[in-house]
Each structure stands twice: as structure tokens, then as C-alpha cells.
């Protein structure tokens, strides 16, 4: 089952911040993806001075299909009864509906089958949401777009988001978002004293803290060595 | 940089260091601005900042601002802790994306290797509560030194800043200290000379710190530093009630924000001096700062009703 990386790349983040936004990270993705139907094997989130970072091992590719049962009218109801129940169910007519008895008489029942998405496009829907509104202590505005009312607001600015999807073994597609003008892709960069090029994130080398080659280099640890 | 004379060099003098900085900045496009002529705590507190910080115009520009910080006079006798300093100023708005580059760069142009020394930059909420600002952004540590002050202005004089500046404050003799090499501040070779014709830190300031300490900590005249608080605020406020205009189609303007400010400066400066004298209490204390942020506010408020201040 394919696996989620996410990388949020900012200026310097407060030390006393750190860990618990890795936390709070891992908790809020993991809490709507459970939400949305996508039972996950494992996470794990990293922080470093300008990385919040998060894997999600074994996300299923789709949701599963939700079947829901919805009561209508009674047999015999008014005609503007009936249409309203079609409408609002999407049946083509009363033959599609089941009839269910009980007590009070026969009722229609209409059987809706709702197909699961792609896991890539829920992903998609929850992550800028997330990053919208997650729960720093203190937050602040930066650059030209902070003239406008409604831009992000992140601790320090906020400058990459990488946001991968895919198997292990093959290369991973980028989740397709944006959020104030940060599109999601799948290039990060290196430490700004120690490694500072750029480099392309792979899903499958994420555990690997520290990187050799660009392709293997995911998570680049700057925590140990200076903000 | 090749064609600068030895004793030009930012390794070599303090001038030179200067100069390193200001065209560092040029280059980015920056306004170089001389000294505001008029005591302050902070370059924060030059007009060019304080005010040029609101409203939705673009704004960059550098500045040396001499800053007196009484109660930092330690009769020449701390090796960097000085009553009257030099700060480096530089305000961009909005904060370009980069900025956080521009600085690191700024530091290798006069001669501090971020590969070779530690440079971190650490939290630091920055706030003024006579300014009436805040800021998030850090302090900037070089080798376990504070050596600048990094903010994204969020709000000044009560104004929200829409877009953000970003606010870079260097603490000058700190700085040169290390690119000299030096442990004292008053060992700093002013203007890269040898010999008969060196001139240091020390000679040109020592004898000013020891005399301003005497003056700041105990012979400052506080009757008339009282007075003197008392006209400044009221000039103040008579500047301001004075410069309000109805202008085309029912907007209202100032015609004196500066001026008004100018007192502003004034009165914060009275303040600290009375501080250092150790003549306000600790309640007192609070309702000073007060009084100073009130009238920052009431500037701030003028300023985005004028010309450049206001929006297009
Ligand atoms: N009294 C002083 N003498 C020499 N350098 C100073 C002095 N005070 C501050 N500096 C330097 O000036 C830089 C910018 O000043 P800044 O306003 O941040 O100082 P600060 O001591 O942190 O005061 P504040 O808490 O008011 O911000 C500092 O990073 C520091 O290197
Ligand atoms: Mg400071």
C-alpha cells in the first residue's frame, strides 16, 4: 500500500516549538484520514529548526465505497413527496427504491452507493486545511501577499511544501495542492550551512535521516548541528 | 571590494565596516539614509522605520542610528556594553522572500564565514511597548553572541502592517569585534590605521562613555528631564490636533505626522534617561510607558492619513 510523505519547509522554527508541532502534525493528518475511511499501518512525524516532516505507511490507494440506506415516503404519499425523495437521492424512479415495512406501514428505501476516492485526492482536500489551521502557539504574516486579508499565517514563513504519494517501489506522485501560492511538489532543500542544494523527496527513503545521493535524500537532519 | 584600500577593508577598521554594510545594501536596492538627528534607544525608533513600516507602500532602505541606551552606560569599564552605540538598520517592505539570504550574505560581505562561525538565528518576540509594535523573528547569534535582531514587523504604532516589513538591526561594535578579532570594544581600530596614526574605538568614545555614565546614572538634571517630559508630550499632542485636515472627497489628512513623532522620540528618550536616574518607580514606570505608546499610537494613526503614509 502506497505511503504519504509530507514535508513543511519554513524559516527557523522556536526550539520550545518543535516537537509538539511534529506531534500536533502527525495527530491532525492522521485523525482525518481515519476520518475520511483511510485506516493507515504507521506514522511517524520529524521536526528540525525549518522542517516539519511526517510519513503515513500503508494508506490504502482508495476509499472504501460507503453504502447508506435512506428512507422516503410512504407508499401512497403525495407526488410532491416522492419527487422531493428522488431528487434528493438521485433515484430515476420509485422501481429503483426498496420497500421496507414496519409498524407505522410501507415506506421506500433507496440504497445510495457512494464510490470511494482516490486516497491521492482526499489527501489533497485535507492537507491544506490543515496547514490553514494548525495550532501554533503564536503565528505571524510575511511578504507581499500579507497585505491581503486571509493570507496563511505559519510561525515563521513558510517557503516549501513537499507532499508525495506513492509505493515504495516505484517513484511517487506529488499531491496535488497549494496553499497561498505554495504549490505542493517533491523538491526540498538541503541544510543552509552544511547542504544547501536542492534536492528531489522519494517516499521510500524517508527513514534514512541523513542523504548521500539526491534520490535517497529525503529528510536532510539539520536539528543536530546548528539552527 | 578588490580596488578598497587596506585600512578600508571591513577586517581593518570600523569605518570600513561601516561602508562594507552600506553598500552591501545599496546593492539590494535599499535607500541609504544618514543618522536620525535626534536621541533614540533604537534605530527602530528613526521615522524611517516607525512610520515608513505603515501603510501598503513599498519601503527599503539602511541607515546607521547612533542608539543611547543610558542605562547601559557602564563608565567605559564593560568590554560591550556601551550607553551610546551604533546600531545598522535595515527595513524591507514587504519582506522580500529572501531576506533571511540577504542577511547571511550581508555578514559574509564584511567578512564573517557562516562555513567557519556559528551562526544561528533563536527566538526572539521581539516587542516595544512604548512604540506600541511587535514582532516575531530572532535574535541572531554569532559563535553564543547576540549580534542582530531579525523581525517580521506585525504591528507598529497600534497599526497593523499590511504588507509586513522585515526589520534587520545589527549591533555594530559587536559585530566588528569579532571581524577585528578584538575582546574589548574599546580596542577596535577605528580607521584601519597602524602606528602613530591608528585611531581606536576607545579614543574616539571612552572618554564619552565614562562622562555620559556620570551624567546618566548620577548628575542628569531631573527637575527639568520632568519638564522636559511634560512639553514634549504636550507639544505632541498640540501637533497633532493641529494637523488634521478635510481633504478631497471627505478624507481626512494630517499635515504633521513628523513632527508630531519627532516629540514622540523626544518624550521616550526623557523617559529613559529619568529610568537610568532611578527616579520612577515601578509603578510610575508602567504608566511612562504608557504615556509614550499613546502618543506613538496617535502618530502612527496621523501618519497613514498622510501622502506617503496612507493607502494608493
Ligand atoms: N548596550 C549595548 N552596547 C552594545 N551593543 C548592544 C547594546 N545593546 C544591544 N546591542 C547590540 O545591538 C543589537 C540590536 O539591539 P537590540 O535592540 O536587539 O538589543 P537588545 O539588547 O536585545 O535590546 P532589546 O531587548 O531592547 O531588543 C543587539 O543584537 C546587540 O548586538
Ligand atoms: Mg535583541
Known sequence: MPDLLLELFSEEI????????????????????????????????????????????????????????????????????????????????????????????????????????????????????????????????????????????????????????????????????????????????????MRPARSRCAVSRITRPSCSTPRSCSIPSDARIRS | MDALPDHMRPERSFQGFILALQRFWAEQGCVILQPYDMEMGAGTFHPATTLRALGPKPWNAAYVQPSRRPKDGRYGENPNRLQHYYQFQVIMKPSP??????????????????????????????????LGAWGLGWECWCDGMEVSQFTYFQQVAGVECAPVAGELTYGLERLAMYVQGVDRVYDLNFNGREGAEKVTYGDVFLQAEQEYSRHNFEYADTAMLFEQFRMAEEACRKYLASGWREGGNQKKEHLMALPAYDQCIKAS????????????????????????????????????????????
Open chain 1, 14 to 193: 522556536p526550539a520550545r516549538m518543535q516537537a509538539k508541532a511534529a506531534d500536533d502534525l502527525r495527530r491532525m493528518v492522521t485523525d482525518k484520514l481515519v476520518a475520511e475511511g483511510l485506516v493507515y499501518e504507521g506514522a511517524k512525524a520529524f521536526a528540525t529548526p525549518r522542517r516539519l516532516a511526517l510519513t503515513v505507511r500503508g494508506i490504502p490507494a482508495r476509499q472504501p465505497d460507503l453504502k447508506t440506506e435512506r428512507r422516503g415516503p410512504k407508499i401512497g404519499a403525495p407526488d410532491a413527496a416522492v419527487q422531493g425523495f428522488l431528487k434528493a437521492t438521485g433515484l430515476k424512479s420509485l422501481d429503483e427504491a426498496k420497500i421496507q415495512k414496519d409498524a407505522k406501514g410501507d415506506f421506500y428505501i433507496a440504497l445510495i452507493e457512494k464510490p470511494g476516492r482516490a486516497a491521492i485526492d482526499v489527501i489533497a482536500e485535507i492537507l491544506p486545511v490543515i496547514i490553514r489551521t494548525f495550532p501554533w502557539p503564536k503565528s505571524m504574516r510575511w511578504g507581499a501577499r500579507s497585505a491581503k486579508s486571509g493570507s496563511l499565517a505559519w510561525v515563521r514563513p513558510l517557503h516549501a511544501v513537499t507532499a508525495t504519494f506513492g509505493l515504495e517501489t516505484e517513484e511517487p506522485d506529488v499531491v496535488k495542492f497549494s496553499v497561498d501560492g505554495i504549490e505542493a511538489a517533491q523538491t526540498t532543500y538541503g541544510h543552509r550551512f
Open chain 2, 97 to 130: 522572500p529572501n531576506l533571511q539570504e540577504l542577511y547571511l550574505k550581508s555578514l559574509a560581505a564584511i567578512g564573517i564565514d557562516a562555513a567557519v562561525h556559528d551562526i544561528r538565528f533563536v527566538e526572539d518576540d521581539w516587542e516595544s511597548p512604548t
Open chain 2, 269 to 312: 528618550h526623557v523617559f529613559n534617561l529619568l529610568d537610568a536616574r532611578g527616579v520612577i518607580s515601578v509603578t510610575e514606570r508602567q504608566s511612562y510607558i504608557g504615556r509614550v505608546r499613546d502618543l506613538a499610537k496617535a502618530c502612527g494613526e496621523a501618519w497613514i492619513h498622510t501622502e506617503t503614509g496612507r493607502a494608493v
